[in-house]
């Protein structure tokens, strides 16, 4: 029997990790959850699994839950998420939290001796070399929820990772893959919320629209796989079926395709070297008839290649690009600014900031802090 820990419960990946829980309801078991303000989605969760540790953002939900379920013991804040992943109780972190707030969860989990499946994406985009050391230090391992990372890691499975030439990570191109630049400029949130491949958060599924979110994922697999920069290329790939590859030194490339479920990422995570039955679709290759390839256009979607930029200059930009994204999503999503303002502010806010080596976690909070100052001081003069 697994137990597991799962932040960011409510959410998109978390409801999907519940989901394959309650599909091996004799190989799994969840210990604690942790979730942000939807409180209803808490509720129907416990309505489906007992667990008897539980964390929410707020402390006031904390302290009316804590009526409501006294068998449980309720924790709160970035605290409580800290609490969860640091105790003993456990065997892995399934961390799905949105943002930078995922990284402290990760290095308490590895630094309390726990592997981590590792749906955050913005914990190895802002403080990889930190998570590096971290994992070297207490022998630990993470495993990826994400679809590329799932695939380039199947990918590797019983390979040399010294015998790789090049991962190729695939793009769908999200919901603004066929406009023009002009285009782009008076998308709406609902145009960018609808994704053509994948259901996701909202938070995604604007990152994916303007490609941030596979800038991120180059920068995830430079740390997931220990691989230099120039050895990830990104690949377009409308179809989102082959979900990444790797090639070889003797060019032979090893692809994973499957049907986009995060299920199955998910499961496989948890469950890896061994596969299980998953109850979900076939892959009907002779349905989708043709599987269609290009290369990524940077100067329509310029925030992959400065993605690339901060990644190879590394110290804090990586951090300093994901707070001014944070900020600048989040303020397209309220409808603040603009959709290309995006990338005006994470562009700005990565050539205006001041390298530093970024060596402990203090420098991360730093470079973190900066670059949602940056941005929100941007948003603030737009309007
Ligand atoms: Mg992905």
């Known amino acids: 029997m697994k137990r597991l820990v799962i932040l960011g419960a409510s959410g998109s990946i978390g409801m999907q990790t519940i989901d394959v829980v309650l599909q091996h309801p004799s190989e799994f078991t969840i210990t604690a ?38 068998q449980i013991r309720f924790y709160h804040g970035e605290e409580g998420l800290i609490t969860l992943a640091s105790s003993r109780d456990y065997d892995i972190l399934v961390n799905a939290l949105v943002g930078f707030a995922g990284f402290m969860p990760t290095l308490a989990a590895i630094e309390s001796g726990h592997d981590v499946a590792l749906a955050n994406k913005e914990t ?36 040399d990772p010294e015998d790789v030439k090049r991962l190729i990570i695939t793009a769908s191109g999200g919901s603004f893959r066929n406009l023009t630049r002009e285009q782009l400029k008076d998308v709406t949130v609902e145009q960018a919320l609808a994704h053509p491949n994948w259901s996701m958060g909202a938070k995604i599924t604007i990152d994916s629209a303007d490609m941030m979110n596979k800038g991120f994922e180059v920068i ?79 100067e329509r979607f310029p925030l992959l290649a400065l993605a690339y930029e901060a990644g190879r200059k590394g110290g804090n930009l990586c951090a300093v690009m994901n707070a001014a994204n944070e900020a600048a999503n989040l303020a397209f999503r309220e409808g603040r600014i603009p959709f290309l303002m995006i990338e005006e502010i994470v562009t700005g806010a990565v050539r205006e900031c001041r390298w530093d080596p970024m060596d402990t976690v203090e420098a991360l909070f730093e470079a973190d802090a900066w670059g949602t100052a940056y941005a929100q001081k941007k948003i603030e003069d737009y309007q």
Not at 139 to 159: C, T
């Open 33 to 70: 959850l942790g979730v942000g303000r939807n409180i209803e989605q808490l509720r129907n969760i416990l309505t489906q699994i007992d667990v008897k540790v539980v964390s929410v953002q707020r402390e006031e939900d904390a302290v009316q839950l804590a009526e409501l379920y006294p």
């Open 124 to 159: 190895l985009v802002c403080g990889g070399s930190l998570i590096e050391k971290a994992l070297d230090k207490y022998g630990r391992k993470l495993y990826p929820i994400d679809s590329e990372h799932s695939a380039v890691f199947q990918a590797m499975q019983g390979n």
């Open 220 to 298: 995830e697999a430079h740390w997931l796989f220990r691989m230099p920069y120039e050895k990830i290329d990104v690949l377009m790939h409308p179809e989102s079926v082959i979900h990444s590859m790797v090639e070889y030194v003797d060019h032979s490339v090893m692809a994973q395709l499957g049907v986009p479920d995060m299920r199955l990422p998910i499961q496989y995570a948890l469950t890896v070297p061994k596969r299980w039955p998953l109850n979900e679709e076939s892959l009907d290759l002779a349905e989708i008839g043709a599987l269609h390839f290009s290369r990524p256009d940077t």
